[in-house]
């Protein structure tokens, strides 16, 4: 009797611990969102294009995010930028892991006419590399002109730096630009001036590889360091020993300037005026003055003043009309 007691009193006990489990909370499971652009893992260069939104998406070996950026063109969809950290683990195991898979030339190509519609796109094949190590693009124009990109680039360590326990995370960025007004080199810059500021924890997940250490040869005899980059035959200093100028004193200089003299001027000639015509009268206001001649071109004082101030003063002076001819003249005198 007591062990049929304890037997149900253990199947009650089972039942409620049951129940107990079973009712839990609700729970929303994780997929994409929406945040701030301040927690974007990668960022455009200085000048922009400018960021309009961030979507991200949580996976159980790393993060994924889509960056919005401003659109300027008549090319059917949106500019993106698109980092996917892959590596690190435990971060929203429900979601399940990404593919670890690298960058292979058929699905860039893929991808790069995929997200251009109606656009021809040529894959530029000139070796590149920005800050963190080679990348890839395709270019194209619309009809429209609009000029377009689609760049991607996989930033992971070498094999040769891989070990036991470092160096297996991995990066993986792509670039989708249409601007009506931009060049291809415009738009290219945006994949040489862009910065990842996301990293994965953990030396295990470093996907950049190790520190590379400072150059063998400095310190060294026979390597040469110049300040420009040409070399020594690009500098712009002279080859050679050449004195530097003597150096001038501007108190001086303005000083000789402005007590430098003056260029001397030419005389002017001297115009010689013809003699006046009869003898010389004197002016009425100064019967003194008896030197004193009248200008043939200024006017004629009267003639009877003159004559008393020269009988005054003891001198005849003819009369203007006994003047110029010499029967008149003697007629005068008389």
Known sequence: MRLLNLISIVAVAGVMAGCSTTSGSVKQPSGPEAIASEKALVMPP????????????????????????????????????KVQFLGASGSNPDTGSAGYRMFSETGMSREAFASVPGVAMARNTTFLQNSYGPFSYASGRSR?????IYGWQQIRSSRAAHTQTRNFGMIQVKLRLCDARASERQLLAVMYGYTITGTLNGEIWNPYGDVRGADPTLGQTGTPIYPDEGGYRQMSMPLGYEPAPQAVNRATVRRAVVTRPQPAVAPQPVVQQAPPVGPRVPLPDAPQQSSQMVAPGSPAQPAAPAQQSARAGGVAVPSPDCIGDAAMTAACRR
């Open 46 to 81: 200085p000048g922009g294009p400018s960021i309009v939104s961030v979507v991200e998406t949580k996976r159980g070996n790393g993060v994924e995010q889509t960056l919005s950026l401003f659109t300027s063109s008549s090319v059917p969809g949106q500019n993106f930028m």
């Open 144 to 148: 429209g002109g609009d000029t377009c």
